[in-house]
């Protein structure tokens, strides 16, 4: 992984890892490693997912993290070379790359490090590099290679956690409208949202529905997609960016998720889904 924190990928992994250390046929065959590749200058590895990890019994090490000296940048080379050997001198069967397009990762598959190599497939099914032996994903989109899918079933800790807490958080910031108005909106990252279809689709619902308000819940591209409201007419009062939020917050304030397209949300739509019957998921085509 480029490193451990509490994201996405991160709840699709631990229920996985949660179910095999579970059954003892899978221990008695095989030892689990989760290896960081310690990528600092995007976020440091947060001690309670790590800890969380070996509470499973998942072995989780960085052997790459001894090259940093506390500072952000550092040899992206040297530190390739130190997980390759970590890599050899622990005989690693089979590796598992969880993230695509990152220079260690490029470089890993390409050495050969393991005997199998797979590629876990997050959302990037473009990704394509020599060393690839296998494709694998927990869901699959159209893509020019052979995946082969597999069902995690996500815990319940990370759909619903502290509900009494965030429900009470949730209502407060509803406060910011009346009772007849409908809150349309999706969380994850705006690069989904900023393309001409999909914003031209909300502009529509938005124009038929006077009653809707758009909330873009999520950081990245936002004077980008301010653009393409302009190009659509939409008013600023009705296309809100909310920026980074508590998607367990928002998932009780929102009250339909429009999901993006051509690239559909992750897991933030199936934790949105699971905050009451009375949530519902539009996916939408131009």
């Known amino acids: 992984k480029d490193r451990i924190v509490e994201n996405s990928p991160y709840k699709v992994e631990f229920s996985l890892f949660s179910s095999l250390m579970a059954d003892k046929n899978f221990t008695d065959n095989y030892e689990l490693y989760v290896l960081s590749m310690g990528y600092i200058d995007k976020a440091p590895d947060q001690v309670q997912e790590v800890e969380n990890l070996k509470k499973l019994g998942v072995h989780v090490v960085s052997p790459g993290q001894i090259i940093h000296n506390g500072e952000e940048y550092y040899d992206h080379l040297q530190k390739s070379w ?5 890599f050899l001198q622990n005989e690693i069967d089979i590796m598992v790359g969880c993230v695509n ?13 393991a005997p199998k190599q797979i590629y876990w497939s997050h959302g990037d099914f473009q990704y394509d590099v020599e060393g690839i032996d296998k494709r694998i994903s927990h869901f699959c989109r159209e893509n020019p290679y052979e995946y082969e899918k597999f069902d995690v079933q996500i815990l319940d800790e990370f759909h619903k956690p502290d509900e009494e807490k965030y429900k009470a958080e949730a209502k407060k910031i509803r406060k910011r409208w009346t009772e007849d108005v409908i809150l349309l909106g999706s969380i994850g990252r705006l690069v ?28 990245g591209n936002e004077e980008s997609i301010k653009q393409k409201l302009v190009k659509y007419n939409i008013p600023k009062e009705r296309f809100l960016f909310e920026g980074f939020v508590n998607a367990h917050v928002y998932g009780y304030i929102i009250d339909v998720y429009l999901n993006t397209f051509p690239e559909s949300s992750g897991e933030s739509a199936n934790e949105f889904l699971k905050k009451g019957e009375d949530k519902f998921i539009v996916s939408m085509e131009e």
């Open 82 to 86: 130190i997980i390759r050997e970590w």
């Open 101 to 113: 397009g990152y220079d260690i990762m490029n470089f890993l598959f390409t050495c050969r490090v």
């Open 192 to 219: 989904k949202l900023d393309n001409d279809e999909y914003i031209q689709t909300v502009a529509k619902i938005l124009e038929e529905n006077p009653n809707t308000i758009y909330l873009a819940c999520g950081t």
